[in-house]
């Protein structure tokens, strides 16, 4: 009659209870250590991860460290295959606390940069590579130099952060061709190939900066579109090594960097899901409000999700510098009876030029045609202006007499420059009427 594996592994956890109940911290350990390895054969990883952990408990307690560590690393596998990377990595960090313990050095630096490493894999498959970059600096300290630099391990993390960089899958398809000589367990190579597959998305993702003119005025709104393109994605799927379907991309956020000058006035709604191979573009909205040197939309990073398991950035350097003038001034011309105007009365007629925009009008001529029908009383048709300022206004008048009863136009003619000296010209014409 075949055993029962997981009656043998809870009878075993009740003899260590007691045992560590009564402070026999090294016969607990061994018999939590027992019953892990039952749990495990039977592929109840959570309840093999939690015997390992009592274990390595137990054996600490005992500052038996050699069994502890053994304990903690089944411990960070186990939750690697119940996708708790979170725990997994804390497991792997805590056998970086207790390897000072360890005589043999070169046992220990090759663990030192095994769990460090370890650690590091299991932040990035949470969206956390700095962090454990960040760990890999603070381990260098403790290994001999020689042996960093020429290990597997560190050839792998310097691979998967060239490849990130410099968006490059050549570096990732190398530690493919590598990951038999980081001698890792079953988990550990699980956890390896989810790392490469984050690793590849984010490196694959096409992404397109674009903007819907080439010129703008600070009066201007810029559409400005992020076209992403996870067609690539597909090709994860069809590589056998990951034994890996991408299924869903996932945007969660959208950061985008400014120049002062530019404000966002509307965003694309996330979080958006796409299906692995659409294309989807994110649609901002920004809004120049004066001009500065070098405005500038980008870089961008993208926080995404696949299949709602792992995280990534996605860093994106491109940089689109928008080229952004000053509006144009344009006058507002309007003409006003001061009297009603009357055959062979001599009436005074004001012309108002008003500069409601935000550029100033320079060097400003104005030549005012009248019908042969008008005569001119008292007053000049041309006028000159060295500058008419933003939101300034001028007015003059005219003196004229009607001669004749009729519908008129009265023609003007209006030539200036802008601030950047760009000749503006310009002709309207006014309805006059003259009634009996």
């Not at 400005?224 to 067609?231: P, R, V």
């Not at 696949?306 to 491109?318: C, G, I, V, Y």
């Amino acid at each position: 009659m075949p055993k029962d594996y997981l009656v043998e592994a809870e009878k075993q956890i009740s003899k260590a209870e007691l045992y560590f109940d009564a402070n026999q911290y090294k016969r607990a350990g061994k018999l939590f250590n027992s019953a892990g390895d039952l749990f495990f054969k039977e592929n109840k990883n959570k309840a093999a991860n939690d015997c390992y952990l009592n274990a390595a408990t137990s054996f600490i307690y005992e500052k038996k460290y050699e069994p502890a560590l053994e304990a903690l690393k089944n411990a960070g596998d186990c939750s690697i295959l119940i996708n708790d990377y979170s725990n997994a990595g804390m497991h792997y960090k805590k056998v970086l606390k207790y390897l000072p313990y360890k005589k043999k050095i070169g046992e220990r630096d090759h663990l030192y940069l095994l769990f460090s490493a370890l650690s590091y894999l299991c932040l990035f498959v949470e969206g956390k590579q700095d962090q454990g970059f960040d760990l890999i600096k603070q381990i260098k300290k403790n290994v001999d130099d020689d042996f960093f630099k020429d290990s597997p391990l560190i050839g792998l993390v310097k691979n998967l952060t060239i490849a990130i960089r410099d968006k490059n899958d050549d570096y990732i398809d190398k530690i493919g061709e590598d990951y038999h000589s980081y001698k890792f367990s079953k988990a550990e190579i699980k956890l390896l190939k989810e790392v490469m597959v984050i690793a590849h998305a984010n490196v694959s993702l096409k992404i397109n900066l674009s903007i819907d003119k080439e010129q703008y005025t600070t009066k201007d709104s810029i559409n400005f579109e992020i076209d992403l393109d996870s067609k690539p994605l597909l090709k994860i799927s069809e590589t056998s090594f990951y034994n890996y379907k991408v299924e869903k991309l996932k945007i969660i956020n959208i950061g985008l960097e400014l120049s002062d000058n530019i404000s966002i006035q509307k965003k694309p709604k996330l979080p958006t899901t796409l299906n692995a191979g659409e294309n989807y573009v994110f649609n901002f909205i920004v809004k120049p409000h004066f001009q500065v040197d070098e405005p500038f939309i980008g870089p961008i990073s993208l926080t995404c999700e696949l299949d709602e398991k792992f995280q990534f950035f996605r860093q994106e350097s491109e940089i689109i510098k928008p080229n952004i003038i000053t509006p144009p001034p344009s006058l507002n011309i309007s003409l006003k009876n001061l009297r009603p105007p009357l055959i062979g009365q001599t009436f005074p007629l004001e012309i108002l030029i008003e500069n409601n925009s935000k550029g100033d009008a320079l060097e400003l001529n104005i030549d005012v045609e009248f019908p042969k029908e008008f005569k001119i009383i008292r007053g000049t048709t041309k006028k000159q202006v060295y500058s008419l300022p933003s939101n300034d206004k001028i007015t003059w008048e005219i003196n004229l007499k009607p001669l004749e009863a009729g519908d008129y136009q009265i023609k003007m003619d209006i030539l200036f420059k802008d601030p950047d000296q760009n000749l503006i010209e310009d002709t309207q014409s006014f309805p006059f009427s003259i009634k009996l």
